[in-house]
């Protein structure tokens, strides 16, 4: 999918959401969980069989509207002067079968990779772990990109799950959320709760916390927490 | 607490206050001790049974007094446009037990909320921490968020201790002082002193440090460092 | 080679070339692999005996093309105002024995730098290290600055394999490639992978990637990845 | 000594080298190696018998000449609007026993600071140590902060040893050199060895070098790198 040859419409369509795609990406170096040109976020189009997404191999610095691809729900360029993220199949996967989910992160941040390396999943020891994810942070397959084979495994592995996040054995992290902005909180806090926990787990056993405690942290932060 | 309607005065009323606890979140930030919008800050209003805090969800980019809320010591909004942070009971509770206490910080930083998740007190094995916490940094209860559960935790785990930090289980850390600015003061260096005696426990045991001389740091600092 | 003496041509030769490589040297600023004036980055000039590298013991702030001096394949300077650094016979020696390399990073970054003080090969068990490493990242000798004793390990050690690291041992890294943009890029990517497999290794054993996945993976981005 | 009271001559004498070892602070916080308002840099004077070092408690935003005073080499303070750091006998202590030296830091970074809990030396396990170290880097005695116990033991665990930085016990490291910025150098690697053995001892043992070869790299670095 990555090397269909890419189109450029006249002034370039959907340059408000592929613009504000762009500076979602700044929150990913802003937490240290991108490195080099490595990860992207990507956003359904409201109203049409269309998401938009990093291009390949594009640098963070500048990243602008340009630098976001317009494509269909099969992955196929609609729009765009740079070649989509290498990850796109598995971004069209996840919008074709959670209509749901109208926007997804990817990224190889170090401690919730350091978990999908040993193919671990991150056990729900923190209150603020509970609110955003309601529990642990599952692990899916090994899968090789370059057909559905990622999609599969992080449809299939959050499948009645509440964690908007999955981490991908020895790869990374996937991350789903109602925006693409959701989507991205969700994987920096995924990051954030990696870290913690591993340090806990460094010097001995974190203390669980119980399941009804969970459940109540986690409805309460869904439904109190912000401005409403 | 954080569902009532908010008002907004006037003019807004502790205008230069608020600016100045908005401010001082930038602290946490630059420190590495927050992500996202969790954490906060409040300070007592001089001469009123008041409270300001941040927004419940608020960001911390540009965050100015419009982000900070004025609450009574019930923890109800006063004035303010942005409903108080969901911590807000807590603090409600410490101001109305501690009349001493001017100022509270709220945050889960990774390394004190680490220690906080095993249940485990940070041994006083520096000298750093004895001058700013004049003995271990102690360990508060599990507590859910919603009533005053958090807030008889932290006022009964600090009763009778020099710490102003206390790391509630599973969850994160509060700190007290005379002044917003001082409980910033101790969030930071309890954070760093957390980190600094897990890295040496890494690799060994921390060696201790006699009372006669925790006590002797600790009365030193309180009253000969800094400018008089 | 570091202490002959500093000629200086009238205007100053391979300026352009001079500013690109001193601006790529930010990169390893930015990442947080470098340390006071360690570390350096070299470029062999087009369709010449010749290459540019950083000064020797010469600050990154405000680096720019004086900072950066040229050298004939020998080491030996001709053209610049600075001595050139004291790697610049391990650097000249890659360059006279690896035609296809044109450009070379050496830095000590904490993690990769770590596995290199204990004699260890990074293993390649994640999908980002199979991309760009495309096996393990090995390990070379001890050897004393001087002599070609580092250039010799460095050529000795890459022969026969994919990575563009090596970590030379008790010492740090070099890294090359077709460009010294290349050779950044893979510096980056080694500390990044070397980081986040020591996370791993800390709570367990990272699981492996079967052979045959690591060459999919590597022939797939050394030849999609990215604009073509 | 840090109570006297504090008089200021007429225009601040010294205000040059007050404005250069007030700069030199910032590489402290750049690195990371400070926290809050802790650590300090001092430089003697020349050809008098005067240091000058950071006021107690003043923070590193905006540190100017006005936050750096002027002492003799008892420690009293001869010029200045800011009560000099709480370590200033420790500062004067060395510049009175060690006159070859005019520059001396002091910090509770992390890593090193870790280390020094354990009361255990750092060992000589990378060739950028033997550079910059010639061998370990020492454990000097726990000392009480208030009288001349902190510079006896900064002094006596120095003497015969190359290294300018020594780690006290429980507390955190001090460096010295033949100017401010030679200490800060000194400080600044000191934490980033500390930092590469501890996270290489994480994983396992890292190797020795043999002596011999650290006295080569030693002999170099002092008289090779740089520009001469």
């Known amino acids: 999918m990555t090397t269909v040859p890419v189109q450029r419409s006249e002034n370039g369509s ?36 269309l998401f938009v997404i990093k291009g390949s191999g594009v640098s963070y610095d500048g990243l602008s509207w340009e630098g976001i691809t ?3 729900l099969d992955g196929e360029v609609v729009d765009g002067v740079r070649a989509p993220s290498s990850d796109t199949a598995a971004h069209a996967y996840v919008y074709r079968h959670l209509p ?14 350091a978990w ?12 603020a772990m509970a609110d955003e994810f309601g529990g642990p942070i ?6 090789l990109i370059g057909d559905d084979s990622i999609g599969q495994g992080i449809v299939a592995t959050l499948a009645g799950q509440r964690s908007p996040a999955v981490l991908m054995r020895n790869h ?3 991350t789903i959320g109602d925006s693409a902005r959701s989507a991205v909180k969700a994987a920096v806090m995924c990051e954030d709760v990696a870290r913690t926990v591993h340090l806990s787990r460094q010097l001995g056993a974190p203390l669980p916390i119980a399941q009804a405690d969970i459940d109540s942290l986690y409805e309460r932060y869904q439904n109190v927490y912000g401005q409403r």
């Open 116 to 127: 999908s390396a040993r193919g671990e999943a991150i056990p729900c020891v923190l209150t």
């Open 70 to 72: 317009v494509c269909d």
């Open 172 to 174: 990374g992290v996937f």
């Open 138 to 143: 599952p692990v899916g397959p090994f899968a």
């Open 14 to 49: 959907h340059q408000e959401q592929r613009g504000a795609v762009a500076a979602l990406h700044q929150e990913l170096v802003r937490y240290g969980l991108v490195t080099w040109t490595a990860g992207n976020v990507s956003e359904r189009v409201p109203g049409a069989d």
């Open 100 to 113: 749901e989910v109208n926007g997804v992160v990817h990224m190889h941040s170090p401690y919730a990779t």
